[in-house]
């Protein structure tokens, strides 16, 4: 397999270097507990994706049940404790910015994002603890809040987390300040362009984590791609393959396990499916005639590179062979043709249902 190409991060990370294929560790352990993957096979899916070039790993806090929020950190510590040489071949980005406690006591309601430095500064003690950090563990590479607080604004939430992280920066009265080192470099994740040119007027970030996909396009109407490409930012594209309607896998709810997130999302209702998937055979059906032949979902991946030179897509999956799949789309040339063609598909649909739903949408900051 040839070497994947490479994006440079921003800001303080510009020297570090990453595939144009990450890797997203959520659905190993942010399940039912007896669906979660087993130790081993979790170990050699992430080795395999490294290998393979996807060396940005992204986790979070609170990516396990209620009953075990750290599940994902738990296992990104075994996982590094039993291959240490990894620590260093790989990018870690941790998802907090939440009271992990409420979503213990409360659920899902309990995940609310908070950008007091108080909280900030627990949640980053907690994800160290859970890392192993100040024993030896894997450093948190990245570290951004997953949805942005509304209560805070946004120069503001910067500058606490500047003051938490390994950075000598500017604070607002124009003094020199070095941060605590709990984290080594600021992402964004699901905010809108305003917060984006906010956020960077006071420092620049590595990346912004936003959900973008054949159905999903905000990110590109917002003008957020545009203004990203333009200040040379890397666009995490979460959910890159719709949810998974890009793999074949889901044909009704009844595929998906009784406890999976997804069955409470618009898109993925009876009705909504079943149109939706309409966008995904297309995708198959062009993945048929490309010479060589790829997977569909290889060919949404290689896709979204296309479309920018800043998107990096950030698929997941529990099987080492899809992880091996998935890196190898950033070497898929779809060419002109295949390119406009799809294009031309995805632009003329019409998405059935938003994102989510609609009590989550209320309560989830989303373009935040």
Not at 251 to 277: F, G, T, V, Y
Request: aromatic share 6%.
């Amino acid at each position: 397999m040839s070497p994947i190409p490479t994006i440079s991060l921003g800001g303080s990370a510009s020297h570090i270097n990453i595939g144009r294929i990450a890797f997203g560790c959520m659905g190993m352990t942010w399940c039912d507990p007896s669906l979660r993957t087993p130790d081993q096979q979790a170990f050699e899916t992430i080795k395999a994706a490294v290998d393979s070039g996807s060396n940005l790993l992204n986790s979070s806090a609170f990516y396990g049940p209620q009953s075990d929020p750290y599940a994902n950190l738990a296992l990104l510590r075994r996982f590094y404790e039993a291959y240490p040489e990894y620590k260093d071949k790989t990018v870690l980005s941790i998802k907090g910015g939440c009271n992990v406690e409420k979503y213990r006591e409360i659920g899902m309601g309990g995940l609310q994002p908070d950008a007091s430095v108080e909280v900030l500064e627990a949640d980053l003690r907690g994800i160290r603890e859970q890392l192993g950090t100040d024993h030896g563990g894997k450093e948190i590479d990245v570290y951004e809040m997953a949805r942005r607080d509304s209560k805070v604004p946004m120069k503001q939430i910067m500058y606490n987390m500047l003051s938490l992280s390994s950075e000598t920066y500017t604070d607002a009265e124009g003094k020199q300040q070095k941060g605590k080192g709990l984290f080594k470099h600021i992402s964004l994740s699901e905010v809108g362009l305003d917060s984006i040119k906010e956020a960077t007027s006071v420092a620049p970030v590595a990346f912004v984590e936003l959900e973008v996909s054949p159905w999903e396009l905000e990110a590109f109407n917002q003008g957020i791609v545009e203004y990203c490409s333009s200040a040379k930012i890397p666009i995490l594209a979460y959910s890159p393959t719709g949810k998974g309607m890009l793999t074949g896998t889901i044909k009704s709810l009844d595929d998906l396990p009784e406890n999976d997130i997804r069955r409470h999302m618009d898109r993925l209702q009876s009705e909504n499916l079943a149109k939706n998937l309409e966008l995904a055979n297309e995708f198959k059906t062009l993945a048929a005639q490309h010479n060589p032949q790829v997977t569909p979902t290889q060919l949404g991946l290689a896709w979204l590179i296309a479309s920018s030179d800043v998107l990096v897509p950030l698929p997941g999956t529990s099987k080492a062979s899809r992880a091996k799949e998935n890196a190898e789309s950033a070497n898929i040339d779809l060419g002109q043709e295949t390119k406009k063609k799809l294009d031309d598909k995805v632009k003329q649909f019409k998405v059935a249902g938003g994102r989510y739903n609609e009590n989550a949408r209320k309560h989830m900051a989303l373009w935040g």
